[in-house]
């Protein structure tokens, strides 16, 4: 897969995911739908590894990056289904949004990264407000809302520190045999998580939008979504890759609101329009001041 290709397919995939997330979790319980993703996502990648004889390392060093990887898989995935049931797919996107954040945050800690500039604190209090502006509007903390918003910045937190976590181990093999060795170490957790939450196999109970959605989410959400973003995370710097943070919730608005008949009334603009504006501050003020010295030296 082309780096384009892998790059078009991820802002798509990641854009439309949420909304399958909260389709998918409508009649399937949310440990169970995650897991029935997964199995097909470990099944499919492992067909596709063997007739194309990619090779999966098994050794030290390649077992600790399925690890790191899986904890993005694992603990994000089921944190934004536990999500579902509370917040639309919009808001659930729009969150996500701040992994960059998040990701800066903890590559400070772990990688040993520089300080945070001033300007950065400043886009990022920018988007924490935008957002609590969107939470705000969509439920009062008494009512079951406030567990959503844990779960979902739980999803962004396992998501952000996995991925801080691949960029430390540095090892080089195919996409696909990182996607279906993480899928291999994630799935066995995910198949635990349904037993202790929910242990019920009720298929009398399950709606056609619901296993369509997690059809889609099995194929395109996981494994092709997953082999495309970990090509794009090897070939691109992280500026490109956080990138699409910035455009995939505009675009997971629009269709919870088309399809899924989503609100969005003003406050959701509001909020929405701080955050991506706090981390378009934080990709992209650095640029700001060269921007002024080229047009005064003309």
């Given at each position: ?6 790059y078009l397919?991820?802002?798509l995939?990641?854009?439309t ?10 009649s399937?319980?949310p ?19 063997k007739?194309r004889?990619?090779h ?8 600790k990056?399925y ?18 049931a509370?917040?639309?797919s ?11 954040v ?5 590559a400070k800690k772990i990688l040993a ?21 969107v ?10 809302g406030?567990?959503g ?15 801080v ?5 540095s ?12 899928l ?18 009720p ?20 494994l092709?979504?997953?082999?495309a973003?970990?090509?794009v995370?090897?070939k ?21 609101a088309?399809?899924?008949?989503e ?9 929405a329009?701080?955050v991506l ?5 934080y ?16």
């Open positions: 897969m082309s780096v384009s290709i892998a397919a991820v802002l995939i990641w854009s995911t949420p909304l399958g997330i909260v389709w998918s979790s409508e399937i319980n440990s169970l739908a995650v897991l029935l993703r997964m199995l097909i996502a470990l099944v499919l990648g492992t067909l596709v590894i007739i004889n990619i999966i390392p098994w050794h030290k060093q390649a077992v990056l690890s790191f990887s899986a904890l993005g898989i694992f603990g994000g995935m089921l944190c934004s289904y536990l999500s579902a509370y917040l639309s919009g808001i659930i996107s729009l969150v996500f949004g701040l992994s960059p998040i990701s800066a945050l903890l990264e520089p300080n945070i500039s001033g300007m950065r604190k400043f886009s990022m209090a920018i988007s924490l407000i935008g957002l609590a502006v939470c705000s509007d969509n439920f009062n903390l008494a009512d079951d406030i567990y918003v844990i779960f979902i910045l739980m999803a962004v937190f396992f998501f952000s520190l996995s991925g976590l691949v960029k430390s181990v090892l080089a093999i195919h996409p696909l045999a990182t996607t279906v060795g993480a291999s170490v994630a799935t066995p957790l995910f198949l635990a998580s349904w037993l202790l939450l929910d242990g019920t196999l298929i009398e109970t399950w709606q056609a939008k619901s296993l369509w959605a997690t059809l889609y989410l099995g194929v395109f959400g996981s092709i979504g997953f082999y973003y970990f090509t995370l090897q691109l710097s992280a500026s490109n890759v956080t990138l699409i943070t910035l455009i995939t919730p505009v675009i997971a608005l629009t269709l919870g088309v399809l899924n008949g609100v969005i009334n003003d406050k959701l603009i509001l909020g329009f701080m504006l706090g981390l378009s501050i990709h992209f003020g650095h640029l700001l001041p060269r921007f002024k010295k080229k047009k005064l030296s003309r």
